[in-house]
């Protein structure tokens, strides 16, 4: 068994080392486990060898040490949980060329009756007209 332990840790170890930037925080939460509970190792060591594999690309000492608290309340998952919440939205063409086809109907159009026809948020309507469309308003006295 001894020989078991000593393979998983240097395949860790080689496997942090090996490409740094490649490394993302589910695995990076793994070796923290690894090192946690396989290693017995303390919260400063786990942190100076994640500071010397990884380098500027290491998780701080506090995030080392929310994710061992984590570990010890037993709940031993590396990946992120789904966080409730509206979904951000996306701007499908669709939906532009349908604002654009009111726009050229309409040039007086506002804002609120377009949202009235089609079901979308202020803000998007806003966000289409300026950004996706690039128009303003004219003003002539």
């Given amino acids: ?35 946690f509970f396989l290693r017995g190792n303390a919260l400063k060591k786990i942190h100076n060898i994640l500071r010397e594999t990884l380098g500027e690309h290491a998780p701080s000492y506090a995030t080392v040490k929310n ?9 031993f998952s590396t990946c992120n949980v789904p966080r409730p919440g509206r979904p951000k939205t996306e701007t499908i063409p669709e939906i532009i060329d349908q604002i654009h086809e009111l726009i050229l109907e309409d040039s007086r159009i506002s804002a609120k009756s377009i949202v009235e026809q089609l079901g979308i948020s ?11 469309l690039d128009m303003r ?3 002539a006295k």
């Fill in 1 to 35: 068994m001894p020989n078991c332990k000593y393979f998983l840790v240097t395949e860790a170890e080689r496997s942090i080392s090996c490409n740094a930037r490649g490394v993302n925080n589910i695995e990076t939460r793994a070796v923290i486990k690894f090192f």
């Fill in 67 to 75: 994710w061992v608290t984590q570990f010890k309340r037993r709940d």
């Fill in 122 to 132: 202020r803000e998007r309507v806003g966000s289409i007209i300026h950004e996706d």
């Fill in 137 to 139: 308003k004219l003003s």
